[in-house]
C-alpha cells in the first residue's frame, strides 16, 4: 500500500485544506449550501485540453458506520464526505477543470431481478449502486464546474442504513461495472470527444470486497473489482485511483489488487482521517499529474530575461562612481525581477506571472576571457522568484578575501557559486550566481556590453530546452504549441563590443523561428539620440518591426514595463493549478530557504571543475584576462581576477554626453571608453508602434498588477 505521495501534492501547493479539522469544518460543522459555479468557471472552449471526466465511487457499506474520528466522535462515512467535499466544493481544481460523477455502492439482494432494493435502506441504492450525481445532464450537456452538485449531494445523504452497523455488504465489482457502463453511454452520448476526453475513477472503500450479496468476502474470484478496473484500464486507458480507508490486511491486499490493475500501482493509504485527506490530494496531484499537466505544461510561455550585466549597472551619478546598496541599476534590476512587486508578482488574469509561465535568466557582459561571461543562471522553469533573487543578489558572489562588502567598490573579486551545491538555498534546479565585474578605482569597470554574445546564448539554449522537452519522459515537456519570448534588459549602447550586424542577425534569427524579444532600456542614462535609435532599431528586429522598446529610468517604470509585456499574454485557465506561494520550487517537499543576509558558505576561494574535484582558487593580475573565471557550463564557485581591464570597462565620464561609443576613448574618469556606460534613454520614439504581446497579437489594453506577501 502505498503511503501518501507528499512531494506530489506539495509540490504544487494545492489547496485542498490538508489539516483534518478544515475539511471536517466545510463538510459537517455548517452544512451550509455552496456557492454554484458563476462567472469564474472556465468555459472547456478556453482550455488546452477537454476537461477529464471524474467518477467517485464510494463505498456505502454499514462497516463504513464504524466510529473513526474518536474526538469528533464521526464515522468512517461522516469522515470521507467531508473530505471529498472538501476536494470538490466549488472553486476546487476538479470542480474548475474536470467533468464530476459521484456514485455510491453497496449490495444487490436479488441479482437474478431487476430494480431491487436493499431492505430498510431509504437512500436510493437500487442493483447495489446508485448513480448521485452525472457528468451530463438530460440533453447530454456536460454541466461544467459541478462540484458544488457532489457537495449538495453528499450533504443530503443520510449514514449508511441510518448508523446501523450491519444490513449493507460491499459488492465493489457490481459499481465498476456499472461505472463501466455510464462510461459507455457518455462516450456515446458524446461522439465529438472521440478518444481526447480522459476518464478518471477515484473508489474509495473500508473493506474487502464481496460478492454480488454481500455475504462472501473476497469470493467468488469473478466478483474481484480488480476485473473489471483491469478491462477498463487495458482496453480503454482508464485510471482507477484507490483510496484505502481503514481497513485490515485482507483489505489492504485486495485495494492494492484493484488500483493495480487499473493502472495506478497501489492503492494510497488513507487509513487515518487525516491521512484520508491528504491522500485524496494525491489522487488529485495524480490527476493533474497523468491526465492535466502532459495537456497544460507544453503550453505554458517560456520567458527569458537576458540582463545587461556591464559594469555600468554598478555605478552611479552617470557612471563617475559606484553606487550603494540599493542605488545600482544592477540592485534595481534585481528587485523588479524577484522584489515584491516583482515580473513574478505580475496579475495576469488567473493568478500571478510565476504560477502559469516558466522563466529563466541569462546575463552577458564582456568576451573577455574566451568564451565570454554570457551565463544561463537559471533554466526556463515555474516558481523561480527566489533562484533569480539568490542568483542576483551581491551578498552571493562577495566571498573573502576577494569580496568582504559587495557595494565597497572596486576591487572587487566576485566568487560565482551554484544554489543547487550550496545550502542553503540549496534549491533543485541549478542557479548560478553573477555579478559584473568591479576592478578599476572609483567606479566599476571590467565587463563591456556584448550584447550579441547574450542573444546568441539564449538562441542557442532555447533550440535544446525545446528539443529535450520533446523527449519522453522530459520533466517539462515542450510542444509545437510552446510560446517562447524574450526581455532584454539593458542600460548602455553596444557600439564598440557588438557590432549591429551582429545583434540584427540573432533577434531576426529569433524572430523568425516565432520569438520575440521585447527590449527594455533601463536607467537614467539611455537618453541620447543615439541610444535611443539603437534600442529602437533592436526592439524592431525583435520583435519583425511590430513594437518599440520600452523606456524605463528607474525601478518602478521598469515593473511597470514588465507588466505591460505580460498584459498581452492569454492564459488557459484550466491550467491555473500551479501556486508558488506555497512551495518556490514545484520539485521539493517543503519551501526553499530565502536567502540570509550571510552567503559565505563557509568554503574560501575554491573552485569546482566539471569532473568535481575542487581546488584552492588563484586571482590573476594580468592586465587583459582574469583567472579562475566561470565558463559558460560552470555550474560551481569560481574565483574572479581583480586586475582591471583597459579595453573592457564601463568607465563611465562624468559628462554621460553624446561622444557614447567612441572605441578611442578608454579608461579615465573624464572619458568614456567602448562600452561607456552610457544609459541612453530613448523618447517616446514611434507612437504608431505597439508595445507587449497584446500589442504584437491583439491590441494593448489595461493591465492590472497584484503586489502579495509570498511567505512570511
Known sequence: MKRLLGSSWTRIGLQVGLLAGIGLAFAIGSHEEPALAGDDCPDEGMCTFKKPNVMFVMDYSTSMNEIWDVDNNLSRWQVTVAAVQ??????????????????????????????????????????????????????????????????????????PMLGSSVGIGTWTNGAMVAVGEEIAQTKADHPDDGDERAFVNVLLTDGAWTGVDGTTTLSPSTQNPAITTGDLYDNQNIQTFVVAVAGDADAEAAADETAAAGGTTEAIDGATPELLQQALADVVQNIIDSVVAPECVGGLPRIMVLLDASSSMLNISGGTMYGAQGETGWDQARSALSGESSIFDIDVGIGAAEDVTHLGLSVFGHNDPSPGEQKLLVQYGPCMKDNFSWALDPETSCVEPGCSDPWG???????????????PPGFDQETISHMPKCDGATFCSGSGTYTHLGLQLIKENQATYHADGQLDGATYPTSDATLYFNILITDGQYNGYSTDAQVQAEL????????????????????????????????GWGSGGNSSYYDADNQDALETALAEIFGGLEFDPCCAF????????????????????????????????????????EESTSGDEESGTEDEGDTTTTDEGGETTTDGGDDVGDDGGDDVGDTGDTGGTGGIDEDDGCN?????????????????????????????????
Open 86 to 159: 472538501q476536494i470538490t466544493q466549488p472553486g476546487s481544481f476538479l470542480s474548475q477543470n474536470t467533468h464530476l460523477a459521484l456514485m455510491r455502492f453497496g449490495h444487490d439482494p436479488a441479482p437474478a431481478s431487476e430494480g431491487t432494493t436493499i431492505t430498510n435502506e431509504t437512500s436510493g441504492i437500487v442493483d447495489g449502486q446508485s448513480l448521485d450525481v452525472q457528468w451530463d445532464d438530460d440533453a447530454n450537456e456536460y454541466l461544467p464546474c459541478n462540484g458544488a452538485a457532489i457537495v449538495e449531494s453528499l450533504n443530503n445523504t443520510v449514514d
Open 409 to 423: 567598490g572596486p576591487a572587487i573579486s566576485w566568487t560565482f557559486q551554484d544554489g543547487s551545491l550550496v545550502d
Open 508 to 539: 531576426e534569427e529569433m524572430y523568425d523561428d516565432g520569438i520575440i524579444t521585447y527590449v527594455i532600456g533601463f536607467g537614467d542614462g539611455v537618453n541620447t539620440a543615439a541610444a535611443q535609435a539603437q534600442l529602437e532599431n533592436m526592439a
Open 578 to 617: 500551479n501556486d508558488c506561494s506555497e512551495n518556490p520550487e514545484p520539485t521539493t517537499q517543503e519551501p526553499d530557504p530565502v536567502p540570509s543576509d550571510e552567503s559565505d558558505d563557509g568554503e574560501e576561494d575554491t573552485t569546482t571543475g566539471d569532473d568535481g574535484e575542487t581546488s584552492d582558487g
Open 680 to 712: 541612453c534613454a530613448a523618447a517616446d520614439g514611434d507612437a504608431d508602434k505597439t508595445r507587449g504581446l497584446l500589442g504584437t497579437f491583439l491590441a494593448l489594453g489595461l493591465f492590472g498588477m497584484v503586489r502579495r506577501r509570498r511567505r512570511d
